[in-house]
């Protein structure tokens, strides 16, 4: 009895000479906290190998969960309640009682995260780190766990609404090739099947429909002719891939963001993976994020419209990929001009038309322009991680074009995807920020 006792008495006095922090709440807004999270999820995206659409669908429902988490704690912001498609209105905190939502936020987007990625036990370590943050930062206990409890319900209204997206009753679904004349077939290495080919099926969270937006059709497939349109731009990228500066060719690499390269040396095959044309994209928020100082409420909002630009542009441009299932470049110049050819990049496997890099990267470019402005000069060391050097642009649209155009130097798509691309990417973008009002 003695012996415990004294141990109440040394817990009481350790407790008793730690001063309370008065500065808790400036701390624990930090918006690296965020961040941190949303790299973390990509890190586990990266691993667990999801496709673009597919990881577009978790970035939209982490973003929407996070600042859903933060509205209440910004009057000036608006709720996505009755603004994004059959989503209703989130969890209020209790009147009266103190929140820490900077907190909760970073619980929400977490939580999606977890929920919708596989690797569960690369989030441990992480969650360790984060924990002992914020113990040195001696939150009060009652108030850490009403913002965490709140986080929670955030992510489960989020996660319900999930469930009506159609996301599920497409798991298994399979394209079936034909043989028709200039239609997509699987592409080597792997010759895996189609990606996602009922993904314009999914729900969408602004545009009126997958068909929305709408592009001009492909030209028609002619090798006969050596003066139709169709010829004339694959030879186009025959030649391109032939004669790369050293500059296209890391232009090209910079903007690979293929989730699975299969790479065959010999007998032996193994395959490398990267971030997706969304994470890019997404890096790029944090990173513009981290740059303008933005608080949490901004950092929540510039992840949620990217976000939503990622996801209704994969559908939309998924709609026109399997409209026309378009022929790869390398299986038409393997087939009709150049056996030995071998594009840049990795074809990846679905149609070509349209790009769906030029598709997410021009709505990105212009949700980032409607927040950050026109002329907003930034350096992307996104791909650093995978060995390759920063690159810097005078604009976001300038990223956007260079995104597009890399893809052509990268012997995967033709001109006609890349422009018609981010015509169709800039109009979902448009769409977004005229219909979407996060502030009052």
Same mark, same amino acid.
């Given at each position: 009895?003695?012996?415990i ?45 999801f ?12 973003? /929407?969960?996070?600042y ?16 994004? =498609? ?28 977890k929920? %919708?990625?596989?690797?569960?036990? /690369?989030?441990?370590?992480f969650?360790? #780190?984060?924990?002992? #943050? ?10 850490m ?11 489960n ?5 999930? #469930? &009506?997206?159609?996301? =599920?009753?497409?798991r ?9 004349? &200039?239609t997509?077939?699987p ?92 994470g890019?994209?997404?890096?790029i928020?944090?990173?513009?994020? =981290? ?18 630009? %990622? ?11 399997? #409209? ?17 050819w ?7 496997p ?11 990267? &021009? ?17 992307d060391?996104?791909?650093?991680q995978f ?6 642009y ?30 169709? &990417? ?15």
């Amino acid at each position: 009895m003695k012996n415990i006792k004294f141990i109440l008495l040394i817990v009481a006095i350790t407790f008793s000479c730690k001063k309370a922090n008065e500065n808790y709440k400036v701390e624990a807004a930090n918006s690296d906290f965020l961040r941190d999270v949303q790299d973390q999820v990509t890190q586990v995206m990266v691993h667990d190998i999801f496709s673009p659409p597919v990881a577009s669908r978790i970035y939209f429902y982490s973003s /929407l969960a996070a600042y859903e988490a933060m509205v209440p704690s910004s009057p000036n912001y608006l709720s996505m309640a009755g603004q994004i =498609k059959g989503f209703k209105e989130s969890p209020k905190p209790e009147v009266g009682k103190e929140y820490i939502f900077e907190i909760a936020a970073r619980i929400a987007y977490l939580k999606i995260g977890k929920t %919708l990625t596989f690797s569960a036990n /690369l989030y441990d370590e992480f969650d360790k #780190k984060q924990a002992e #943050k914020y113990e040195k930062i001696n939150i009060p206990s009652d108030v850490m766990e009403r913002s965490i409890a709140f986080g929670e319900a955030i992510a489960n209204h989020i996660m319900e609404y999930s #469930k &009506g997206d159609n996301y =599920k009753q497409t798991r298994g679904f399979r394209y079936t090739v034909t043989q028709d004349k &200039g239609t997509w077939v699987p592409t080597p290495p792997a010759y895996m099947d189609a990606v996602e080919p009922f993904w314009n099926t999914i729900r969408t969270a602004v545009l009126d429909s997958a068909a929305q937006v709408p592009v001009e059709a492909p030209y028609k497939f002619d090798m006969t002719n050596k003066n139709s349109d169709y010829y004339k731009q694959v030879l186009e990228v025959h030649d391109a891939v032939k004669n790369l500066t050293d500059e296209q060719r890391e232009i090209a690499n910079f903007w690979d963001c293929n989730p699975f390269k299969m790479n065959v040396t010999g007998h032996a095959m193994f395959a490398t993976k990267k971030i997706s044309p969304g994470g890019h994209w997404m890096s790029i928020v944090s990173q513009i994020s =981290k740059q303008k100082k933005s608080n949490m409420m901004q950092t929540a909002e510039a992840y949620l419209l990217v976000s939503l630009g %990622l996801y209704d542009g994969f559908i939309a441009c998924w709609n026109e990929k399997y #409209k026309f299932k378009t022929i790869r470049p390398e299986t038409v110049i393997n087939m009709e001009m150049d056996k030995d050819w071998i594009p840049t990049l990795q074809t990846p496997p679905f149609p070509e038309y349209t790009s769906g890099h030029s598709v997410v990267s &021009g709505a990105s470019a212009t949700a980032l322009t409607k927040l950050f402005g026109e002329n907003f000069s930034f350096t992307d060391s996104t791909e650093v991680q995978f060995g390759l050097p920063a690159r810097s642009y005078k604009s976001f649209q300038a990223a956007a074009d260079e995104a597009s155009i890399s893809r052509f130097w990268g012997g995967i798509h033709y001109m006609q995807a890349l422009d018609n691309g981010l015509i169709m &990417g800039r109009k979902v973008g448009e769409i977004i920020v005229l219909k979407i009002k996060t502030k009052k």
